[in-house]
């Protein structure tokens, strides 16, 4: 028993083919119309050249600068048992107003 499409499917099918045929063709013909009318990437410019002046370094202005003290590590350690658990609540007396 041979495989029957309806002709009206057939028609559509074949109509579906023939559109991407048409879209394939255009892009086929068209590309090189295309292609030509995108402007060439502009030239990449040169890196300029760094240059460190270390003659800074000498100036008495610098030389008088004092580094920072030495941070202390904490005294209660780094981190919590359960860094996700909210921080217990402080009660911060308030002030009476001055009379």
Known sequence: MPLSVPQEKKQQYLAFILLILIVIGAFWFLWPKIKSNIPPPPPIPEAKKIEINFGV?????????????EISPLKEGIGREN????YPKIEIPKSEPES
């Open 57 to 69: 370094l000498t100036n008495t202005a610098i030389k008088e600068l004092t580094p920072f003290e």
């Open 83 to 86: 860094p996700f658990s909210p």
